[in-house]
């Protein structure tokens, strides 16, 4: 039969560096605790007192994919990257969290076309909570036209609505009643 180290069970020189520390707020002991985000260290006298702080510290530069060479960020001069979010994949500012620019990265810095409802905003291409693209007046909610297909600053041959959209490679005239199709 083998023997078991000891020396495995022991927890008196793996001790973590915040065991001693006293609560800033309070003076009270501090614990490691467990909530729906994860682990993190809190006061044992909660809720009297409701100090806490991450278990470990957030590294900015681990969401960064790729740097994107030659590119330049418009408020501050530093080069863009892409990088990874809770929502996907979008292009921001290497000097975060000095610059907080973001840009989406489905945006090709094309313009878009007037809405042809109020004829005062432009099209702009919105995400919804479940991850849909669509495109919508930036003067919402004064205009509230909504469009699912990309928008193409087209006029319709056939009934001249101010836009067509483009829907599996084709272009339609988004107009009910109008079956136009090119």
Not at 60 to 85: W, Y
Not at 164 to 172: A, S, T, V
Request: proline share 7%; with cysteine; net charge neutral.
């Amino acid at each position: 039969m083998s023997k078991i180290d000891s020396s495995l069970f022991n927890t008196q020189e793996s001790t973590p560096d915040w065991d001693n520390d006293p609560c800033p707020l309070c003076g009270a002991a501090l614990e490691l605790r467990h909530g729906k985000h994860g682990a993190f260290i809190g006061c044992v006298s909660y809720p009297a007192c409701d100090y806490l702080r991450p278990l470990k510290v957030i590294e900015h530069d681990q969401d960064i994919e790729k740097v994107l060479e030659g590119s330049e960020c418009p408020r501050c001069g530093h080069q863009l990257a892409l990088k990874k979010g809770r929502f996907g994949l979008f292009i921001g500012c290497t000097h975060y969290p000095d610059c907080d620019h973001i840009a989406d990265i489905n945006d090709q810095g094309q313009a878009e076309p007037l809405c042809p409802v109020c004829n005062k905003g432009q099209l702009v291409a919105r995400t919804s909570r479940y991850g849909k693209r669509f495109y919508a007046c930036n003067h919402y909610p004064d205009c509230r036209f909504v469009l699912n297909d990309k928008p193409v600053d087209e006029r319709c041959p056939d009934c001249g609505f101010a836009i067509l959209i483009e829907r599996k490679g084709q272009l339609h005239c988004p107009k009910k009643g109008c079956g136009y199709q090119k």
